[in-house]
T-cell receptor
């Protein structure tokens, strides 16, 4: 149980285009999902916290107009990288918090590797 | 703010060797502590956790004990296997940090390579 999927697993796009990444909790409902960015050989950097039915909370330094997050249902959150540039190339990872008494555990998706040319 | 410091890698061990990856933390309140593992090409997986002082988390032969007095949560395994090769992340969740939503703060990760 507690499986989180991401789609696509990798994407290559041209500079200036927008890319949407989906994060789904497959066998549980997740009122809270998180989006991270991971640079090579570095830790995960929390970008934003996504709550179903409300606006995402962005971490300091993360541009909310560039990284659009929509948490439309209890099993789906999307991250859209708008007008992507080469510096947005990274590994994007989502996680979902299981909405139960065991509230502290997050389950992670396999990640999406984005390359902007 | 909260932070996690873990030993820098990479760590290279022979099969059946003893593993220790050090992790220390600073936190506002009383955090829960986690070890996550990331196998090559995969996402993070929860390896083990501990929610209060002196708790021991264990899974797949790995263990870590929540030491409040030394603010540490070192990961250990008595005999590593080649299949343990991965990146290991120490993390904490501090409900008193003000961040809310049980956000995780990660260490930088330690890459472990186990050779036959």
């Amino acid at each position: 149980g507690a499986v989180v999927s991401q789609h696509p697993s990798w994407v290559i796009c041209k500079s200036g285009t927008s890319v949407k990444i989906e994060c789904r909790s497959l066998d549980f409902q997740a009122t809270t999902m998180f989006w991270y960015r991971q640079f090579p050989k570095q830790s995960l950097m929390l970008m934003a916290t996504s709550n179903e039915g409300s606006k995402a909370t962005y971490e300091q330094g993360v541009e909310k107009d560039k990284f659009l997050i929509n948490h439309a249902s209890l099993t789906l959150s999307t991250l859209t990288v708008t007008s992507a540039h080469p510096e947005d190339s990274s590994f994007y990872i989502c996680s979902a918090r299981v909405d139960s008494t065991n509230q502290e555990t997050q389950y992670f998706g396999p990640g999406t590797r984005l390359l902007v040319l | 703010g909260d932070s996690v410091t873990q030993m820098e890698g990479p760590v290279t061990l022979s099969e059946e060797a003893f593993l220790t990856i050090n992790c220390t933390y600073t936190a506002t309140g009383y955090p829960s502590l986690f070890w996550y593992v990331q196998y090559p090409g995969e996402g993070l997986q929860l390896l083990l956790k501990a929610t209060k002082a002196d708790d021991k988390g264990s899974n797949k032969g790995f263990e870590a004990t929540y030491r409040k007095e030394t603010t540490s949560f070192h990961l250990e395994k008595g005999s590593v296997q080649v299949s343990d090769s991965a990146v290991y992340f120490c993390a904490l969740s501090d409900p008193y940090s003000g961040a809310g939503s049980y956000q995780l703060t990660f260490g930088k990760g330690t890459k472990l390579s186990v050779i036959p």
